[in-house]
């Protein structure tokens, strides 16, 4: 899992909180979140998350945000008392989410959109326009880069998050499943499990290399230690 701040904006169905040391676990068929204290090992369950895909958490860490890929809307979780405070309408199967500042990404697979959320309102305040199933959203560490991966069409995407305008479309081989970044952004790592190899994508140049992995590598995390 990735942990870059403006928030802990990984697209993870497990979330690290450093500072107060819990794990966010998405039980997509459970329906349910769990949150788990990694120094105590206390648990608490927080219920009615339908279809939980994907889990980003706030600046502030008050709150998480859920992607309810069935239910087409991000839950908002309340991470003071474990209950859902709210939910958010965006498109059709939404299936990976990241949190920079006051706004969350979402990537709408089945509406091949990412909806653009003000966590601080509740309102969708843009889309913008993908290409085939964006099923995985990834940050920079530094927030100024959206990554998009476009798993049916083998593309990613990088967006300016000021300005919600493409950078780069880049083609890769073979249905990429997740991508994670350098802290600027300048290298971009994508899985592609069909190949089990890593594409590794310089920003800058738009020049793409590959390394082997293991046998269908689908997460990856970018150390920025």
Partial sequence: MSASYAGINANETVVFIPSSSRIL???F?????TVVNASSGAMETIANTITPSSIAVAPNQTYAYVA??????IAILNLINYTVAGSVV?????????????????????????????IQTGNVIDTIGTKTYPAFVSLSGDGSRLFVVNQLSSVISSINTSSLNYVRNVSVKSLPYAAASSYNGNLVYATLPGLGAIA????TSGLVTYFNAGIIPFGIAYDRA
Avoid: C, H, M, R
Wanted: hydrophobic fraction near 40%; charged fraction near 10%.
């Fill in 68 to 73: 309810e890929t069935v239910l087409n809307k």
């Fill in 25 to 27: 676990v998405a039980n």
């Fill in 29 to 33: 068929l459970s329906n349910n979140v």
């Fill in 200 to 203: 590794v994508i310089n920003e």
């Fill in 90 to 118: 965006v498109g059709s199967f939404p299936s990976s989410i990241a949190v920079e500042g006051n706004y969350a990404f979402v990537g709408d697979s089945g509406s091949n959109q990412i909806s653009v959320v003000n």
